[in-house]
């Protein structure tokens, strides 16, 4: 279809003044052919090319009383398209952030993030980790934190979250929902904040499955994050858990 659209476009185009043909079209809808008053019909210039503008003269023609309500309207094309409703969808984001073993001075926390697959909604950015969880897992935060748990280990370089190596966990928290729109989805992140302390496995190390990266707050902004994550991330500052180092615009 998209190769079918181009064709005839191309067939329309002037190749060697396409922006001129761009630019008619655009004056023709915003002086002739408007929508939100009663298009000139008598003065456009592809009067003879328009079906609409047939269809309306051929009604008439044929003793139809354009009063009536069944009478064909230059206006009612192109017909809009009936939206398909948002699927909604519930999802588990846990924000983990690591304190340094030894704590320095010069020393700072790290996010765990996690890059999207290179194909499918949101190709290849960066995000919290998070995973999708059915209407009923999502009422529940003992659910919620399950799915978390069966999860998050094999980011980490662990097995499980009771057995955590040299990490250990400082603070854990159920921070509230956040809520995002797609064009064909309406989602609800509902947001966990888990704080860890220790040395981690090197991000993307082993068999580790998607690719993970230990960033600073200050790179969080430059990682490619998407909306819905900087909404997340905008969620931890205004709960006021992050320190204020960690702070970023």
């Not at 396409?18 to 019909?41: D, I, K, S």
């Not at 919620?144 to 748990?149: G, I, K, M």
Request: hydrophobic share 40%; aromatic share 4%.
């Amino acid at each position: 279809m998209v190769q079918l659209n181009a064709q005839l476009a191309g067939s329309l185009v002037d190749p060697d003044r396409p922006g001129c043909f761009n630019q008619a079209m655009m004056e023709l809808g915003a002086c002739v052919c408007t929508v939100h008053q009663p298009p000139a019909c008598e003065a456009c210039p592809i009067q003879g090319h328009c079906r609409a503008y047939a269809e309306v003269q051929d009604y008439l023609l044929q003793g139809g009383e354009p009063s009536s309500v069944d009478a064909p309207q230059v206006l009612h094309y192109p017909a809009k398209a009936v939206k398909a409703a948002k699927r909604k969808e519930d999802v588990a984001v846990c924000v983990v952030k690591l304190l340094p073993s030894c704590p320095a001075p010069d020393s700072e926390s790290q996010y765990l993030l996690v890059q999207r697959p290179e194909k499918g909604l949101l190709a290849g950015l960066w995000e919290f980790p998070s995973w999708v969880v059915g209407t009923a897992a999502a009422s529940d935060r003992v659910s919620l934190r399950e799915a978390v748990d069966n999860r998050l280990p094999e980011l980490i370089g662990t097995t499980s979250m009771s057995a955590l190596g040299s990490l250990h966990i400082v603070q854990r928290l159920q921070l509230g929902t956040v809520l995002h729109t797609f064009s064909h989805i309406q989602q609800t992140m509902h947001v966990e904040l888990l704080v860890l302390q220790g040395q981690s496995a090197p991000a993307g190390s082993g068999l580790l499955r998607p690719k993970v990266q230990w960033v600073n707050p200050q790179h969080l902004t430059d990682s490619g994050l998407s909306s819905g994550v900087k909404k997340v991330w905008k969620l931890v500052m205004r709960k006021g858990i992050i320190s204020e180092t960690d702070s970023v615009a």
